[in-house]
């Protein structure tokens, strides 16, 4: 495993990190595909031996669940200072505002329970899970700033934003004196390249951490086309994201079926090699352990530019989808 440090910080991360929205009850969340503790705890396992540090989470996967177990499991399984456990939190809810609980107020509630839940006294990299439209961007700062000065999270980070938002973040924290995001989470795969329209780039300048989410484009990027799963087929986000793209995605999904074939890989490793060298860590889900056995091996696979060139060629650029296409609506 190869490790690099996250952004403008003192982290060292492993070059994949081990997504966990895909652990948790499913009966307490949106998911019915996640899975149980036991299972859960097999995967988490795999991955610290085959040398992952970084684990992502959120407080809103399975009703904090997923928080629970990968608690428990890094508690049995590794020493605290030996693993980055980052989590995200949402923005307030419109009974939060009814009730006059500031942005200050929810990012102290919403960190509190995530340390609970995961039984540590702190975390190393906390994530503004997406853009809070109705809360000021000063209470957010200020409210990240704070947790960071009482030693609750070591750094933060922001996920599902425009790269205006986190220009305009940092420079906000620059002028008051607040700790700055050193990291985003966005949607980027090969399948889905916008975040090359600016993000990267003001990224890179800045020496922020790219760790991207749906790595994988929620199966679509380790399967050959026809080929389906359990969360191809019940993954209803997934299926908005990319269904309506999928004449035009499935010509980049051929060909990195025929490079893996040729490199004689999976396709996972290859989707992943050529992400790794876009960006610091990518967030990978596992539901089985030969998933993150793959994801692992794709830190050690280099591809060539021409073969870089090839999976890139064909790509047609994509309106957004998901939660970035929500943002466009109440921007």
Known sequence: MQYVKLGNSDINV???CMGCMGFGDAKKGQHIWTLDEQHSREI???GL???????DTAISYQGGTSEQYIGRALKDFAKREEVVIATKFLPRTQQEIEKGITGQQHIENMINKSLKNIGVDYIDLYIYH???????????????????KTGKARYIGISNCYAYQLAKANMLAEKEGFTKFISIQGHYNLIFREEEREMLKL???????ITPYSALASGRLCRKIGETSKRLEQDNYAKLKYDIT????NIIIDRVSKLAEKREVSMTEISLAWLITKATSPVVGATK?????YAAKATELM???????YLEQCYVPHNLVGVMAQNTMQN
């Open 14 to 16: 492993s070059r994949i």
């Open 44 to 46: 988490i396992k795999k």
């Open 49 to 55: 031996e085959l040398g992952i540090n970084f684990f």
């Open 130 to 148: 997406m853009w809070d439209y109705q809360t000021p961007l000063y209470d957010i700062m200020e409210g990240l700033n704070h947790i960071v």
């Open 203 to 209: 990224c890179k300048e800045d020496n922020i951490a």
């Open 246 to 249: 999928s004449e035009q995605d």
């Open 289 to 293: 352990l030969h998933h993150i056995e």
């Open 303 to 309: 591809l060539s530019d021409e073969e870089i060139a």
